[in-house]
């Protein structure tokens, strides 16, 4: 059963970098059905996408904070990360790990989601 | 980017009765394969958020079939037939059909 978790800092201060890893067992980070995404949710907010990637690399950010993050690979480890930098209050958030599936090339969903990890961004 | 707009944002229902969801896009989710690229994703308390619905009208494995998707391009419907206790939480549509995703505002459904 696949199963992701997230893992790193829970506070961060400002201006600094947030980094969160992103542990997949029960599947292959190197599955080619499969895209592996960060989205997060301010407290009592809705959720928003930050991005996502393929095994071979390609990304996808959102546009809103497509300068301040990167997101990686490591097939070795079965992992991928997310660097956000020059955070402020605004990106305190729980971010979710999850894994969009893709059936036939067509059929996308995200079927698989970490339980969260809350970042707190703050002196 | 595209904007989902939900309706209502807050939908109190009594255990047994349907309840209905709204989303609207600013842009048609109708991709050039045919599928419409939205879904539903419910978020219980406490919990992170599940499938319910893919390609705006395929139930996900394991969803109970009193949920229902329905609609096309511009304009989509979450139906649950009959609403039961284990059906509150927030409930959000979400497009794909651009490279950048986006989600609706979230519609919290509670029990009256």
């Known amino acids: 059963q696949l199963q992701l978790q997230e893992s790193g800092p829970g506070l961060v201060k400002p201006s600094e970098t947030l980094s969160l890893t992103c542990t997949v067992s029960?599947?292959?980070?190197?599955?080619?059905?499969?895209?592996w995404g960060w989205i997060r949710q301010p407290p009592g907010q809705g959720l928003e996408w930050v991005g996502r990637?393929?095994?071979?690399?390609?990304?996808y950010y959102n546009p809103s904070l497509k300068t301040r993050v990167t997101i990686s690979v490591d097939t070795s480890k079965n992992q991928f990360s997310l660097k956000l930098t020059s955070v402020t209050a605004a990106d305190t958030a729980v971010y979710y790990c999850a894994r969009r599936r893709g059936i036939r090339g067509v059929i996308w969903y995200l079927d698989t989601w970490g339980q969260g990890k809350l970042v707190t961004v703050s002196s | 980017d595209i904007v989902l707009t939900q309706s209502p944002l807050s939908l109190p229902v009594t255990p047994g009765e349907p309840a209905s969801i709204s989303c609207r896009s600013s842009?048609?989710?109708?991709?050039?394969?045919?599928?419409?690229?939205l879904d539903w994703y419910l978020q219980k308390p406490g919990h992170s958020p599940q499938v319910l619905i893919y390609?705006?009208?395929h139930r996900a494995s394991g969803v109970p079939d009193r949920f229902s998707g329905s609609g096309s391009g511009a304009d989509f419907t979450l139906n649950i037939s009959r609403v039961e206790a284990e059906d509150v939480g927030v409930y959000y549509c979400?497009?794909?059909?651009?490279?950048?995703?986006?989600f609706g505002q979230g519609t919290k459904l509670e029990i009256k």
């Open positions: 842009q048609s989710l109708l991709h050039n394969n045919g599928y419409n690229y």
């Open positions: 390609l705006g009208s």
């Open positions: 029960g599947d292959s980070i190197s599955s080619s059905s499969s895209y």
């Open positions: 979400m497009q794909s059909v651009e490279t950048s995703y986006t």
């Open positions: 990637i393929y095994y071979i690399g390609t990304t």
